[in-house]
C-alpha cells in the first residue's frame, strides 16, 4: 500500500536548521512531482514547496524563498526539506504528498496531491 513517512521534524531556536525527509514507499515515487505543507491549528494547510519528478524543477511559497529548499533524492524514494533561518511563524505541522499523475510539473495546489503522509511537528522558539 500507499505509505508517506515524514521524520526530521522537532524543537529548534529561530534562526536554526532542520531537514525533514519524506520516504515513500508503495508508488512509481521517480514520476511523481511531491510537496511539502504545513498547517497549524486553527488554519487551512498550507502550501509550502514542491519539486517535478526529476528535480528540475521547484517551487516555493513566498514566505520560505530563500530559507527552505526542496529535493529529493530518486534511488531512495525520498523528498527532502532543507529548513535554515527558522522562524516562529514556521511552527507547524509538516505534511509531504505526491501527486500521482505522473511527470506533471510541481503543483501548490493541495487538490493535486493524492497521497499524504502523517506529518510531523516543527515547533521554532523565539
Known amino acids: 500500500q500507499v505509505q508517506l513517512v515524514e521524520s526530521g521534524g522537532g524543537l529548534v531556536q529561530a534562526g536554526g536548521s532542520l531537514r525533514l525527509s519524506c520516504a515513500a514507499s508503495g508508488i512509481m515515487f521517480s514520476t511523481y512531482a511531491m510537496g511539502w505543507f504545513r498547517q497549524t491549528p486553527g488554519k487551512e494547510r498550507e502550501f509550502v514547496a514542491a519539486?517535478?519528478?526529476?528535480?528540475?524543477?521547484?517551487s516555493y511559497t513566498d514566505s520560505v524563498k530563500g530559507r527552505f529548499t526542496i529535493s529529493r533524492d530518486n534511488a531512495k524514494n525520498t523528498v527532502y526539506l532543507q529548513m535554515n533561518s527558522l522562524k516562529p511563524e514556521d511552527t507547524a505541522i509538516y505534511y509531504c504528498?505526491?501527486?500521482?499523475?505522473?511527470?506533471?510539473?510541481?503543483?501548490?495546489?493541495?487538490?493535486?496531491?493524492?497521497?499524504w503522509g502523517q506529518g510531523t511537528q516543527v515547533t521554532v522558539s523565539s
Open positions: 504528498a505526491a501527486d500521482r499523475r505522473r511527470y506533471r510539473d510541481p503543483s501548490g495546489r493541495e487538490i493535486s496531491y493524492d497521497y
Open positions: 519539486i517535478n519528478w526529476s528535480g528540475s524543477i521547484t
